[in-house]
Nanobody
Framework: QVQLVESGGGLAQPGGSLRLSCAASGFTFSSYSMSWARQVPGKGLEWVSG????????YYADSVKGRFTISRDNAKSVLYLQMNSLKPEDTALYFC?????????????????WGQGTQVTVSS
């Protein structure tokens, strides 16, 4: 069965960095676009970043562009999110999500599997 397991969250100071990982199993990782999304309690889900199966293209929400970098290791079936210059407004529960196919997905209904999430808190 498909499993997505996030790790790497924690507490960071403003201006600091964190690296999230998402270990995937149960499907051919290299055949699917993958994304990161985040959610703050009481607010809707926000798509953060996505990457095509062959990593030839990456995409970012305006709120994180220039600060976050998405990448993937298809040999290891792992998705990453390098987060630099963190801000308090980046505080959220971060999820990785699998698209239905090759194309980039950004809306919740365009993903078929989600991880359980990893908490990121940015505070001094």
């Amino acid at each position: 069965q498909v499993q997505l397991v996030e790790s790497g969250g924690g507490l960071a100071q403003p201006g600091g960095s964190l690296r999230l990982s998402c270990a995937a199993s149960g499907f051919t990782f290299s055949s699917y676009s993958m994304s990161w999304a985040r959610q703050v309690p009481g607010k809707g889900l926000e798509w953060v970043s996505g990457i095509l199966p062959d990593a030839t293209s990456t995409y970012y929400a305006d709120s994180v562009k220039g600060r976050f970098t998405i990448s993937r290791d298809n040999a290891k079936s792992v998705l990453y999110l390098q987060m630099n210059s963190l801000k308090p407004e980046d505080t959220a529960l971060y999820f990785c999500a699998k698209s239905f196919g090759y194309s980039l997905a950004t809306l919740p209904g365009e993903f078929d599997y989600w991880g359980q999430g990893t908490q990121v808190t940015v505070s001094s």
